[in-house]
């Protein structure tokens, strides 16, 4: 497996690909992120069609996608272009096709762009479990070929683009038989028709593989561009996770699988997918684009880049599985944090002097969130507050958490006036190198670590939180530490950003402390995206075994349950019903946005059952792979619902089905009463 899936895991560099015109407009290359999104209306339906399109271009989508399932709707086409140039609407326009190679050349005619799903374009999905020979493998690529080679041609003749996007939720059986369920079936079943393409001499193509699992889809990208790497194939990335959901959870899916990606240089457009109206996913991309796009971050990356030290750092990790670091166990009171223990959670409270010593006492989590409680308390002070705030914490019977008090700005001098009330605490949050910035501190650093070694024994842990130009220092700390027996430790970086925790965590590979992912933010919506992006993708990097947010103004309420609900999208801890489900488009056959809202009303208590709502079969049975059970639309009015993956009701009435999915999770005792 080739290690290499972008410039560098430690530094930010977008990765180098060709550009391809989609129309006017050129996604790859030297262009900035494009942004787009996906009309939900009939396509037979011109005004419905031609107003959600004027309502994304207005708001800023650079292309707009629409559903075309039959040779009805591709006919209409012309129409739609028609009105469009009677208004003025200039974005390009995507025809989004699965099962019908024949629509797609008429829809080529009429399009900039074509996106094709190479797992039901000439193949077919039908669950069949079939042993293909080496020669029966090689006949069914010939027969895809000669199915698929005049939409390439006639692509390449009119200039149109072409998108191959491969969906977890739809591979074919060919490919699941071959290559399974799995990141690497995804990036053959779209490389098989990239070949084909390129034979051809077509190469205006675009590659996405998208699935409703971000742990999948980032792994799917990562591993298509290895593999890109050693084929020589420099193609431009459409970025998605599907299914994503709505509200905050789609936001923070997206955030994690898109975001993550983007800031290890991956991606060239990206769509975000939510069971909202198409409008509302245009400012989610924005935001998630923005800092990318910006002048400041080239000229940023360029400083960087000739500034930095980078061949330090080597590939430490298996970018391609999940694979969670092992860490030490330890204990911060009777709480344990690394090995066997899940990702804690560590929350900040607004703590400025003995006047709020009660309300903060008398808060207590524990048995009234449904498994969603704070873990660990953490405490800022300034200096003038830290004795009288010690002293008071003292009387903190009525606390069921571990305390964490971060101490950076107390100096050594100062230790002797409140020891006692130190040692009341579980756990102690500083940065060891205020103690070392010139070489006559040394002997105040060497006081300052035996007071931390006394001090981390009995429950009580020590976590240095550091700085990203200390780093070179850690070494020299974790002599130290070894010289004093310090065992009880953590380690943290202050901003938590990706790549520098991936440095953190290289730093530290050989020494299996547990590191805390800590992330500040000046509000709840920065939060939301920044510590889904750093937080959520340092989780799937396996790194990380306790989670601290921390706002401007502290919020308990509002970062235990993001912190929570970034566990969820990664399916690290499931606190709540988890939701997969589409975005809705024109081939869906009932209001989606409606029944996933009256769906969720009736099951969001059951904590950990996973739950699918999809519009149709196009990706609907392979996206619930991991679901537990799944509403999936069958025509006009008539839904069929699955457990797992296999149909149990077919044909149900829209109006029973809700009823009849609660009946089916309550046949198979996964029901609670709320």
């Not at 800023?60 to 039959?70: A, Q």
């Not at 200039?159 to 074919?172: D, E, F, K, Y």
């Not at 706002?551 to 349950?561: A, C, G, N, R, S």
Request: aromatic letters at 8%.
């Amino acid at each position: 497996m080739n290690p290499k899936y972008n410039e560098s895991p430690f530094f930010y560099k977008r990765r180098p690909t060709r550009e391809v015109k989609v129309g006017g407009l050129g996604i790859g290359g030297n262009n900035p992120i494009r942004i787009q999104s996906m009309i939900t209306s009939n396509t037979r339906d011109t005004e419905a069609s031609v107003r959600q399109i004027a309502d994304l271009e207005k708001i800023g989508s650079e292309l707009v996608r629409l559903t075309v399932p039959s040779q009805a709707d591709a006919d209409n086409l012309p129409e739609i272009r028609k009105r469009m140039k009677e208004l003025g609407l200039k974005v390009p326009l995507v025809a989004d096709i699965h099962f019908t190679p024949q629509v797609a050349l008429k829809c080529v005619e009429w399009v900039e762009k074509v996106r094709i799903n190479p797992g039901n374009f000439a193949d077919k999905k039908k669950f069949d479990i079939i042993e293909y020979t080496d020669r029966e493998y090689e006949e069914e690529l010939e027969r895809i070929e000669e199915i698929f080679t005049p939409l390439v041609l006639r692509a390449k003749e009119l200039g149109v683009a072409m998108r191959i996007g491969t969906n977890h939720g739809s591979l074919s059986d060919r490919i699941m038989n071959r290559f399974g369920d799995t990141p690497l079936g995804m990036v053959e079943s779209a490389i098989e028709f990239i070949r084909i393409a390129e034979r051809n001499n077509y190469k205006d193509i675009v590659v996405s593989m998208k699935a409703s699992n971000p742990q999948v889809m980032i792994q799917a990208y990562r591993l298509l561009v290895s593999r890109f790497y050693e084929l020589g194939m420099d193609y431009p990335l459409h970025l998605g996770v599907t299914e994503a959901g709505d509200g905050k959870d789609g936001r923070i899916k997206s955030s994690i699988g898109i975001g993550s990606l983007l800031e290890e240089g991956l991606g060239d457009t990206i769509r975000v997918s939510l069971t909202e109206d198409a409008i509302h996913e245009i400012p989610v991309a924005k935001e998630l684009v923005r800092k990318y796009n910006s002048a400041w971050k080239t000229e940023q990356e360029k400083t960087f880049q000739s500034q930095s030290n980078h061949t330090a750092y080597s590939e430490f990790r298996d970018p391609y599985a999940y694979s969670r670091f092992y860490s030490r166990e330890i204990k911060i009171g009777e709480t344990g944090l690394g090995d066997k223990f899940p990702v804690r959670i560590e929350t900040e409270f607004s703590f400025f002097g003995p006047e709020s010593v009660s309300e903060i006492t008398t808060l207590n989590f524990k048995g009234n969130r449904s498994g969603r409680e704070n873990e660990i308390v953490f405490f800022s002070l300034k200096d003038e507050f830290a004795l009288t705030a010690l002293a008071s914490l003292k009387k903190r019977n009525q606390i069921q958490n571990a305390i964490s008090f971060q101490l950076s700005d107390i100096l050594t001098s100062q230790y002797e006036s409140f020891v006692e009330e130190i040692y009341s605490l579980q756990k102690w949050v500083v940065n060891p190198f205020l103690f070392s910035e010139s070489a006559n501190e040394t002997s105040e650093r060497d006081v300052f670590l035996d007071f931390a070694a006394h001090y981390a024994k009995d429950h009580r842990s020590i976590e240095f939180c550091l700085e990203e130009d200390s780093f070179s220092q850690i070494p020299s700390l974790l002599k130290e530490c070894r010289k004093r027996k310090m065992e009880n430790l953590s380690f943290s970086v202050s901003n938590s950003e990706l790549s520098s925790v991936r440095k953190l965590a290289y730093l530290l590979k050989d020494s299996d402390f547990p590191i805390v992912l800590s992330g500040s933010y000046k509000d709840k919506e920065e939060a939301m995206y920044l510590a889904s992006i750093h937080l959520g993708g340092s989780l799937l990097d396996g790194i990380g075994d306790s989670i601290r947010i921390r706002l401007e103004e502290p919020d308990p309420e509002t970062t235990i349950d993001l912190t929570f609900d970034i566990l969820q999208a990664t399916r690290l801890r499931l606190t709540k019903t988890e939701y997969i489900s589409c975005p809705s488009c024109g081939r869906t056959m009932f209001d989606l946005q409606s029944t996933t809202a009256k769906i969720k009303s009736h099951t969001g208590h059951l904590k950990g059952v996973k739950i699918a709502v999809m519009g149709c079969i196009v990706n609907g049975p392979g996206e619930m792979a991991d679901a537990d059970f799944g509403y999936v639309g069958a025509g006009i009015g008539k839904v069929h619902l699955y457990k797992g993956k296999e149909i149990v009701m077919k044909g149900v009435p829209e109006t029973e089905a809700a009823d009849k999915l609660i009946e089916l999770i309550k046949d198979n005792g996964m029901w609670v009463d709320p």
